[in-house]
């Protein structure tokens, strides 16, 4: 079993600070990761995923997370936030085991003040 | 273009009645998805599909069905043995053997009066 765990339900940030989203998971076996963002009313889209080799991977709108084993963790961050970054983002995680599906975690709404 | 459409955006019924959601892909993606997202819970896997007729149960499958009798087309069935249905469904779509990658529509909200 998996499951994937994110600290903060909201995090609010001023406009062009830089921000860090957390993500924490436990699995028994090797994993692969993601962060995904969903803006009001849509679906989620996909914006970066580690699946091997660098433990840093970067994404698109100027995100990264860094993969730490040790820790368990795939924080997201970003140096400097815009207005538009105003969204709610998902870790989750994948044992890669066929299609069987994603475990997400909550979610983390990332509120971005002027 | 494309992609994955889901219908209606909204969807009002009354207790006790079934209700099926659409979820149409062009990508010729083998695998789909259902999701259910509450505020606060995140997505919780319902049913997933791998390959034309044939479908696997996920971690909240109770009150609902589904099936798969094309690749471009998984509609999700929500019962009336579903004891809260309201929620924001998404589907969702991906490649074989491309691990974890998947393409979401854009959710249907499902408000039972």
């Known amino acids: 079993a998996q499951s994937v765990t994110q600290l903060d339900s909201q995090v609010p940030v001023f406009e062009e600070a830089p921000v860090e989203l957390r993500c924490n998971y436990s699995s028994s076996v090797s994993v692969y990761l993601f962060w995904y963002v969903q803006y009001p009313n849509q679906g989620l889209q996909l914006l970066l995923k580690y699946l091997s080799g660098s433990t840093l991977v970067k994404g698109i709108n100027g995100f990264e997370a860094e993969f730490n084993k040790s820790q368990t963790s795939f924080h997201l961050r970003k140096p400097s936030v815009h207005i538009s970054d105003t969204a709610e983002y998902f870790c989750?995680?994948?044992?890669?085991?066929?299609?069987?599906?994603?475990?997400f975690g909550k979610g983390t709404h990332l509120i971005i003040q002027p | 273009d494309g992609g994955i459409t889901q219908s209606p955006k909204y969807l009002f019924r009354k207790e006790g009645q079934n209700v099926t959601l659409s979820c149409e892909q062009n990508l010729n993606h083998d695998a789909m998805y259902w999701y259910r997202q509450d505020p606060g819970q995140g997505l919780r896997l319902i049913y997933y599909s791998q390959i034309v007729n044939d479908f696997q149960k996920g971690d909240i499958a109770e009150g609902y069905s589904v099936s798969r009798e094309k690749k471009e087309s998984f509609p999700l069935t929500v019962t009336s043995a579903q004891k809260n249905p309201t929620a924001f469904y998404l589907c969702a779509s991906s490649i074989e053997g491309q691990v974890g990658r998947q393409f979401f529509g854009p959710g249907t909200r499902l408000t039972v009066l």
């Open positions: 989750a995680v994948s044992s890669g085991g066929g299609a069987d599906g994603l475990t």
